[in-house]
């Protein structure tokens, strides 16, 4: 049915959400929008979700448009935020997309997002302003403020052309309805090497093109070429990277160039490139690398490298207590892993210097993070680069990011163990063993009777923890600052002794201790110093960005034998003072790369 509305109008096909009157869904009418104040309306804390999964179930994956007219209800002539959200509650990851409008007064306005939308995504609107809901009380009696939604809908999947690209890439001008034997075998032809990412044997295809005949004994032209195509999509040759074992092989590298910088195939220049022979030479290499890295797809090799090396896909997997955390909101959870990722692509595009990782007078800020880090003078959803003022703020570098502290913290406490850990895996690339199977795990006291410094101390007593918690330990306890959520703080929080878990208020617990001992590079009496010691090291965590990306790159640890290349790809880049884009145009020149 939905490729019949396509087909009828392909420019604008797509369904409109019921309306919410009385408690009850019913179907939309024509003069609805002129009728009804509003179909919904939202406050903070209390999202508006269309009954997506009854009326509105995302059946192909593709871009959709959202739009709603909406505004604000006693709102005292100030601005409230509007945010759209999409995304798939049940995996209890962050929401893959949202976006956020300023509604200034009460006129209907239309506001509008599009969203990449999979079956099973749903899209919530919900205010981030103003006093939460208020459980028993008439809505219309409430102080506000409110968002009033007038209509709303949803449309997609919206494709550029009709048929869609990939309709097109199959098929070219012939009609699928209209197969014959030389033409299946002509798409077969020109598909193979598309999937395959390299040129294919008569023999390969001639094997593909006799399966199809043999399906259309019991099949339809169109459904038995659907089976072969199903058939070359479940090849070893599609679903895994050829490495020929001796030699290197121009197309292997312009496969694992283009799954690394584009996360995708590689495309008909690369193709080309490969043809000739021309990739087996370092400096053509890196003239494609430079080409691709220029195209906005290279973004996605920006997003999961970050997620991959610095784990930051995890942020929202243990989201803080409400209890101890009230200010996190969703909007927040999504700028932590927004300010990693922004700071990572600016270091990327602009080239900066690998040091700047551990130190840097910059941040990538919005007005939400901004104003959680306490930083005036930012505004706007968006992220931007803003320049810091060293002598009253401790951010710049990684380690003050609250998607770092988010990831290593369970929610309610901090741990100096994931901490350190963290640092020794991902800056200095030292990861330590892990812990002897038969001892038990620490359990945080969020009353602050016992601080996690103590706790510790007695977790050392342990002969067999010793060894590792004394290099582990120390890297934590610098972080310690920081809270759950990435706010400095000078005290840890704890809950009051209430019998009543509801009545529990937050209070003031033992003072930070943040001082701590480097084994072998020296003492430290907070975070400040200690980013001065970890700066000392910027070889050390420049050879293990090297690593970080060869391990992306290459689908495996780098072994004994590639550690020399590392390093010397590392030194000259420390040495130049170059930064991620030069490491990996490096990396990708290196023999490493071509022949893995």
Known sequence: KMEAKAKANPESFGYRFPVLEQGHYRPPKSDDSGDLDAVMTVQQYFSGEPNTSKRFAIRQPGWYRVRAVAYALKNDSKPVRLQFTAGNPAKGLLPKAHSIFALPDDQPREYEASYYLEPGDRVTFTMLDGAPHTQGREFIDQPGPFIAIRSFSIEGPIYETWPPKGHQTLFGTI???????????????????????????????????????????????????????????????????????????????????????????????????????????????????????????????????????????????????????????????????????????????????????????????????????????????????????????????????????????????????????????????????????????????????????????????????????KKIDPLGFALENFDVIGSWRENYRSLSNATNKSRAKIIHGPPVQAEGEWLGVGSFSGFLQFRELLKKQEPVVIENVTRQLATFALGRAPGFADRQTLREIAARVDQEKAGMKTLVLDFISSNLFANP
Request: proline residues 7%; negative net charge.
């Open 175 to 469: 009609d699928p309805t209209n197969l014959n034997l030389e033409k299946v075998n002509a798409i077969v032809s020109r598909i193979a090497p598309t999937l395959f990412r390299r040129p294919v044997d008569t023999d390969t295809l001639s094997k593909y093109q006799n399966r199809y005949e043999e399906f259309l004994r019991t099949m339809t032209p169109e459904n038995a070429l659907r089976s072969v195509l199903a058939t070359m999509l479940i090849s070893p040759r599609f679903l895994y990277h050829e490495v020929p074992p001796n030699e290197p092989d121009a197309f292997s590298i312009a496969s694992r160039m283009s799954y690394l910088l584009w996360r995708s195939t590689p495309d008909e220049e690369l193709l080309n490139a490969a043809a000739s022979g021309s990739l087996l030479r370092a400096d053509a290499r890196r003239a494609q690398a430079e080409r691709m890295i220029a195209d906005e797809r290279v973004n996605r090799f920006m997003t999961d490298f970050t997620g991959q090396w610095l784990r930051v896909q995890e942020v929202g997997m243990m989201r803080a207590n409400p209890e101890l955390y009230p200010e996190y909101d969703s909007e927040l959870e999504s700028a932590m892993r927004g300010e990693t990722e922004q700071f990572l692509s600016q270091m990327f595009h602009r080239d900066l210097p690998l040091n700047q990782l551990i130190d840097s007078d910059w941040a990538m800020l919005n007005e939400r993070l901004a104003k959680h880090y306490g930083i005036d003078g930012v505004t706007g959803s968006d992220f931007r680069r803003v320049d810091l003022d060293k002598s009253k703020s401790v951010r710049g570098g990684l380690l003050t990011h609250a998607s770092i502290h988010a990831v290593t913290s369970n929610g309610s406490t901090t741990s100096p163990v994931a901490r350190g850990v963290w640092v020794l895996e991902k800056l200095l690339g030292t990861p330590p063993p892990p812990p002897p199977p038969d001892v038990p795990a620490i359990e945080p006291d969020i009353r602050g009777a016992t601080t996690i410094r103590e706790q510790l101390a007695k977790h050392r007593e342990i002969a067999t923890c010793n060894s590792c918690h």
